[in-house]
């Protein structure tokens, strides 16, 4: 059974907006600090967005006031609302969970061992 669940992902032109979802099983999204990675063609895995279990959030530069984090704790997902989208931010995008007591809200990816299987999002111009 899977643990992390992305959707969300689709084509979005420039400029636009887009909202991905991370389902995660309770055992693993309970008081977990929880991450959305990316990766593009040919290039390395880099971090975008984390939030801990308090809510406290953690940006990559090149998504601060653009992108927004969220969790909800009813329903176990964490949300990744993207606005103003560019060429720049299209890859697939990995929902993670670090589980470690009193966690890091980090998005470097070794503080993480729980993945998704990663939904995509292309823009286009």
């Known amino acids: 059974q899977a643990q992390l669940v992305e959707s969300g992902g689709d084509s979005v032109q420039e400029g636009g907006s887009l909202r991905l979802s991370c389902a995660a099983s309770p055992y693993t999204y309970g008081r977990a600090c929880m991450a959305w990675f990316r990766q593009a063609p040919g290039k390395e895995r880099e971090g975008v967005a984390a939030?801990?279990?308090?809510?406290?959030?953690n940006y990559a530069d090149s998504v601060k006031g653009r992108f927004i984090i969220s969790r909800d704790d009813a329903t176990n997902t964490v949300y990744l609302q993207m606005n103003t989208v560019n060429a720049e931010d299209t890859g697939m995008y990995y929902c993670?969970?670090?589980?470690?007591?009193?966690?890091?809200?980090?998005?470097?990816?070794?503080?993480?061992?729980?993945w998704g299987q990663g939904t995509q999002v292309s823009v286009s111009s």
């Open positions: 939030v801990g279990p308090r809510g406290i959030s």
């Open positions: 993670a969970a670090n589980r470690r007591t009193n966690c890091v809200v980090s998005i470097l990816s070794r503080e993480y061992l729980t």
